[in-house]
T-cell receptor
Framework: AQSVTQLDSHVSVSEGTPVLLRCNYSSSYSPSLFWYVQHPNKGLQLLLKYTSAATLVKGINGFEAEFKKSETSFHLTKPSAHMSDAAEYFCVVSDRNFNKFYFGSGTKLNVKP | GAVVSQHPSRVICKSGTSVKIECRSLDFQATTMFWYRQFPKKSLMLMATSNEGSKATYEQGVEKDKFLINHASLTLSTLTVTSAHPEDSSFYIC?????????????FGPGTRLTVL
C-alpha cells in the first residue's frame, strides 16, 4: 500500500529565509511522487514530480525536492521564501498506474514579512 | 495546456435537493477523471474514478447512490450529489489524466464549494 506522511501541519518562515517541508512515503514499489500547492479557495497546482529519473527534482517557482530512497523521504525545499509562497502544500504518492493519488495531510506554509 | 475547469465554482442549495457539478478537460482528452472531496483543513480524499463510457469505480465508504458520476465524453465528467444534506457540504475537486502526457500526471480543476443549508 502507498501512503505519505507530512511531518509538519504548519511551517512558518520569514521572507527571504529557506523553506523546508517534510514528506516521508511508504510504497511497496518504486514510487512516483508529487508536490502540489493549493492557494486559498483555489485548485491544486503541480510544483514538481519524481518519476524514477533524477533524484533531485527542480520545479516551478524555485522549489526543488530530493528523492532519498534510503530515508523514504521527498522533502520540498526553496532557498528563499516569498510572501506569495504562503499556501497549503501536499505531498502525493501515486500507485503504479497513476490511477490513485494518495495525499498527505498537507502543510500550511506561512511567510512572515 | 492541460486545463481542467469545474462548474459551478460555488453552489448553495437546500437540504434534500440535488446538485450537479461539471468537470471539463478544456484542451485534452481525458479517458479518466477523478473526483475528490476535501474537508475543511483536511487533505483530499479520492471518492471515485470515472472512466469514459463505463461505470465509475467508487472508493470504499463512498455511497454510489448518493454521489452519481457520469463520464459521457472524453472531456466531461459530472458528479451529482443527490438529496444533499448539510454533512455533504464540502470542497469537491476533480482531476483529469491526459494520456498523452508522460507518466500520466493528473491535472486538477479549481474545485467547487458546496454548501447545503
Amino acid at each position: 500500500a502507498q501512503s505519505v506522511t507530512q511531518l509538519d501541519s504548519h511551517v512558518s518562515v520569514s521572507e527571504g529565509t529557506p523553506v523546508l517541508l517534510r514528506c516521508n512515503y511508504s510504497s511497496s514499489y518504486s514510487p512516483s511522487l508529487f508536490w502540489y500547492v493549493q492557494h486559498p479557495n483555489k485548485g491544486l497546482q503541480l510544483l514538481l514530480k519524481y518519476t524514477s529519473a533524477a533524484t533531485l527534482v527542480k520545479g516551478i517557482n524555485g522549489f526543488e525536492a530530493e528523492f532519498k530512497k534510503s530515508e523514504t523521504s521527498f522533502h520540498l525545499t526553496k532557498p528563499s521564501a516569498h510572501m506569495s509562497d504562503a499556501a497549503e502544500y501536499f505531498c502525493v504518492v501515486s500507485d503504479r498506474n497513476f490511477n490513485k493519488f494518495y495525499f498527505g495531510s498537507g502543510t500550511k506554509l506561512n511567510v512572515k514579512p | 495546456g492541460a486545463v481542467v475547469s469545474q462548474h459551478p465554482s460555488r453552489v448553495i442549495c437546500k437540504s434534500g435537493t440535488s446538485v450537479k457539478i461539471e468537470c471539463r478537460s478544456l484542451d485534452f482528452q481525458a479517458t479518466t477523471m477523478f473526483w475528490y472531496r476535501q474537508f475543511p483543513k483536511k487533505s483530499l480524499m479520492l471518492m471515485a474514478t470515472s472512466n469514459e463510457g463505463s461505470k465509475a469505480t467508487y472508493e470504499q465508504g463512498v455511497e454510489k447512490d448518493k454521489f452519481l458520476i457520469n463520464h459521457a465524453s472524453l472531456t466531461l465528467s459530472t458528479l451529482t450529489v443527490t438529496s444533499a444534506h448539510p454533512e455533504d457540504s464540502s470542497f469537491y475537486i476533480c482531476s483529469a489524466r491526459d494520456r498523452s502526457v508522460p507518466y500520466n500526471e493528473q491535472f486538477f480543476g479549481p474545485g467547487t464549494r458546496l454548501t447545503v443549508l
